[in-house]
C-alpha cells in the first residue's frame, strides 16, 4: 500500500496546474440573474438552482467540448458550505479541464473569484484499499466570503471522450428536477457529416433543431420547470425523471 501511494502522490505530481481560459465564441452564456420569487418551500439544502447549462460541440475529427454552467443562489445559512466549495471531476487519462468562470453576484455586481479562490487537484481513489486506481481527478475550488442572498455562478470546460468509444458520440442527460430550478438547457452543435439521432423517453418537451453554420444545433431548453414529485410506492428501478439522448448509431442498443 505503501508503494501504491507514492505513485499516487507522483501522479498527482506530474498533472499540469488547473488551465484558467475564455469562453468560446460557440458558447451562448446563459446569464444568472436573481429571480424575482424564491420557492423556499419547495428548495433543498439552503440553496435555489439558477441555471443548469450544457452545451456540446461535435466536429470532424477533433475532440468533443463540454461547456457546462452551473449557478445557485443561497437562500439561508444551511447553503452556505456548499455554496463556498465547487469540485469538478474528470479523466486527465483523456480529458483537459479548463476552468472559465467561478462568480460571486452580489446585489447585481458580479466579483471574480478566480483569482482569489483555492484551487486544488485531488485524486479520489475510492477503491484504493483494492489497489484499484482509476486516475480521475477533482478539480476543488474553495470561495471565501459567500454570504446569504449570493448568487454563486462556475462554468469550464472538459475536452476528449472515452477512446473505448472509438470516436462515436453519445450523450445522454437527465432533465428534470426534484426541486425547482430557474432555467435548464442541453444543447449540442452538431458539425460532423453523419447524422445525429435524439430520443427523448419520459417527457412530452420536444427538441429543438435549428441550422447553424457547417451543421446544426439541437437543444432542449425550460423556464421554472413543475418539479417531480417522486411517488415513495414507486420500485427503486422507476427512474420519474426526463431522460434525452444523443447519438451517432439510430439504434439505442448499438
Do not use: C
Not at 25 to 45: K, L
Request: no cysteine.
Amino acid at each position: 500500500l505503501g508503494l501504491v501511494l507514492l505513485l499516487l502522490a507522483a501522479t498527482i505530481n506530474a498533472q499540469e496546474e488547473v488551465v484558467v481560459g475564455e469562453v468560446p465564441a460557440w458558447v451562448n452564456v446563459v446569464a444568472a440573474t436573481a429571480p424575482s420569487v424564491i420557492p423556499e418551500d419547495q428548495i433543498s439544502g439552503g440553496v435555489h438552482y439558477i441555471v443548469s447549462d450544457k452545451q456540446v460541440l461535435v466536429e470532424e475529427s477533433t475532440d468533443v467540448i463540454k461547456y457546462t454552467h452551473h449557478a445557485e443562489m443561497v437562500v439561508n445559512r444551511e447553503g452556505l458550505e456548499s455554496a463556498s466549495q465547487i469540485s469538478i471531476n474528470y479523466d486527465p487519462g483523456y480529458q483537459q479541464l479548463t476552468l472559465l468562470s467561478a462568480d460571486i453576484i452580489r446585489d447585481g455586481e458580479t466579483l471574480d473569484q478566480l483569482t482569489t479562490a483555492k484551487i486544488s487537484l485531488l485524486q479520489r481513489e475510492p477503491e484504493l484499499e483494492n489497489l484499484i486506481m482509476d486516475g480521475k481527478l477533482s478539480a476543488n475550488i474553495i470561495l471565501s466570503d459567500v454570504r446569504v442572498g449570493d448568487i454563486l455562478s462556475y462554468s469550464y470546460l472538459i475536452a476528449g471522450e472515452n477512446p473505448v468509444y472509438s470516436g462515436i458520440f453519445s450523450y445522454i442527460r437527465q432533465f428534470e428536477w426534484s426541486v425547482p430550478i430557474e432555467f435548464q438547457q442541453i444543447k449540442v452543435l452538431w458539425k460532423r457529416s453523419t447524422p445525429l439521432y435524439t430520443h427523448i423517453i419520459d417527457s412530452a418537451l420536444e427538441i429543438e433543431k435549428n441550422a447553424i453554420e457547417d451543421g446544426h444545433s439541437y437543444a432542449l431548453s425550460m423556464q421554472r420547470p413543475e418539479p417531480i414529485i417522486e411517488n415513495s410506492e414507486s420500485p427503486n428501478w422507476f427512474i420519474p425523471y426526463g431522460v434525452v439522448f444523443f447519438s451517432e448509431h439510430q439504434s439505442w442498443s448499438d
